[in-house]
């Protein structure tokens, strides 16, 4: 690049330039969407040999953007596990749809930070019109404190600091937890570990995270809580929340979350809803009823980035009562004071957060782009190939679904011939599991229930058809007989 004098440039590329350049990468997307289902989800190539492909020396001459790209594409497209492929169905399955790769883009390129109003006015009105639909698709209060964060880990953990706020005769925030009483969060044995992580960072401790056990169901049993509860005031504890699911990571049961909260009511404790999974599937029709009234709840997190079209990061953290999250976190030094009209908010008030990217803009265009009629029919879509696959597995002779109850898209499996033990059952599940991702043409993951090892099969990409529901299962079904073969 030079200049109209001849002299070499310092500047940035040239908007001829960008738009050059991006209709390379956007020729290079094309053609990744068109070609997506011939590629494989994952590689088969060792650590040592992907870090030697991208370890080179620290460039000291700038190189063509099209060579770069080049390479991204040889080097490091290939070696990737593929989040957004259709026949993904590890983890929480998820989507980056179109929208939200083009709005990813424009906020980069218009680059806010999101902290104050009078540092970014429009998007700061953007995110607060975007945080006002989601609570209206999760049927939760919208006069309370509500912001967008990175993930639910960091969503849990600002809840829980909030709920420490609330209790009443410690002021943690001025006086630090010496000299308190031992504080106590309560959940299930299917909690995400995020709460622990939390605890850690707050300094309850992890001794202080009381996990009650559930049944086969994975639900948090009302009486079991409040017993525990009880037990705990009475020998000096004091109770500060308690985490209910709306969507175990494991199996996708759901807590009861009204009958959970009057046993909060009961004793004065916070309750946090980790909706993270479950939260936003219930705008599909068929899931609905089987979603709780979310409002029983002091707060509330449910991730766009798993649910609605989005990609990573977009979770969205709700409180009910007004100023709970602002009276923890706000600290206004002098260089960052500004006006206030009626209005205005700043965002940086409602988390440790202060530097924070434009994560909304991604979410106005999906849900303006596809309207709440089409985001539910693409859920519904996803939840009836689920079905398909349950059918599947129920008319086979050794397959079972270990979760029938989950009103989500998420399938346990569990591949059980009669006459083994349950350590060798639990030793077959994981080969087959291996041997489905290692062929490469589907990807999936595991977890551990009541009954052994089970391969999780979660459905929810805007891309996955169900002849890739159909592919996963003729991958199954032939990794078992080979295994049983092997076996024999």
């Excluded at 350049?21 to 040592?48: I, K, M, W, Y």
């Excluded at 492929?85 to 806010?112: C, D, K, Q, W």
């Excluded at 086969?216 to 109770?239: F, N």
């Excluded at 006459?419 to 599991?433: F, M, P, S, Y």
Aim: charge should be negative; hydrophobic fraction near 40%; proline fraction near 5%.
């Amino acid at each position: 690049m030079t200049t109209t004098d001849g002299t070499p440039s310092v500047g940035d590329w040239t908007p001829q330039e960008l738009e050059e350049n991006g209709r390379l990468l956007l020729s290079c997307l094309r053609r990744h969407f068109e070609d997506l289902r011939t590629l494989p989800v994952t590689t088969d190539r060792s650590a040592q040999e992907i870090r030697g492909l991208i370890d080179e020396p620290l460039p000291t001459e700038p190189e063509a953007f099209g060579d770069i790209l080049d390479q991204t594409w040889r080097d490091v497209r290939p070696h990737l596990t593929l989040w957004n492929h259709p026949r993904f169905h590890a983890y929480f399955s998820n989507s980056s749809s179109g929208p939200a790769i083009l709005a990813e883009m424009a906020t980069a390129a218009l680059n806010v930070n999101v902290m104050l109003w009078d540092a970014a006015p429009a998007a700061a009105a953007v995110e607060s019109t975007v945080l006002k639909w989601l609570a209206d698709l999760l049927a939760y209060p919208e006069d309370g404190d509500a912001v967008l964060v990175d993930g639910a880990s960091l969503a849990t953990l600002y809840a829980l600091a909030a709920a420490r706020e609330q209790l009443t005769g410690l002021d943690v925030r001025q006086h630090g937890l010496a000299g308190s009483p031992r504080l106590r969060v309560y959940a299930s044995d299917q909690t995400h570990s995020s709460i622990d992580k939390a605890a850690i960072t707050l300094g309850i401790g992890l001794d202080n995270v009381i996990r009650l056990p559930t049944s086969g169901d994975g639900m948090l049993r009302p009486d079991a809580l409040d017993a525990q509860i009880r037990a705990d005031v009475d020998s000096g504890y004091r109770p500060m929340a308690v985490v209910a699911n709306i969507g175990t990571t494991s199996t996708g049961a759901v807590d009861p979350l009204e009958q959970i909260a009057e046993v909060c009511a009961q004793h004065g404790v916070w309750l946090h809803a980790d909706a993270a999974y479950g939260g936003f599937w219930r705008i599909a029709d068929g899931v609905r009823p089987h979603v709780p009234d979310l409002s029983a709840a002091d707060s509330l997190v449910a991730n766009p980035h798993k649910v609605l079209l989005c990609p990573m990061e977009a979770s969205a953290l709700f409180c009910r009562h007004p100023d709970a999250l602002t009276n923890t976190f706000r600290l206004v030094p002098e260089y960052l004071t500004t006006r206030h009209e009626n209005g205005s908010v700043d965002f940086m008030n409602y988390s440790l957060q202060l530097g924070r990217q434009f994560r909304a803009l991604k979410l106005w265009w999906i849900i303006k782009s596809f309207g709440v009629r089409g985001i539910a029919e693409r859920l519904t879509a996803a939840v009836d190939l689920a079905d398909r696959l349950r059918k599947a597995a129920g008319n086979s002779s050794h397959w079972k679904v270990e979760n029938p109850d989950t009103p989500f898209p998420l399938v346990c499996l569990r591949y059980a011939p009669r006459g083994l033990t349950r350590e060798q059952t639990d030793a077959l599940n994981q080969r087959i599991h291996q041997r489905v991702n290692t062929a490469g043409r589907s990807y999936v993951s595991h977890t551990v229930v009541e009954c052994g090892y089970v391969i999780r099969v979660s459905i929810g990409n805007i891309h996955t058809l169900a002849e890739d529901i159909d592919v996963l299962w003729r991958e199954l079904s032939a990794a078992a007989a080979a295994e049983e073969g092997s076996a024999s």
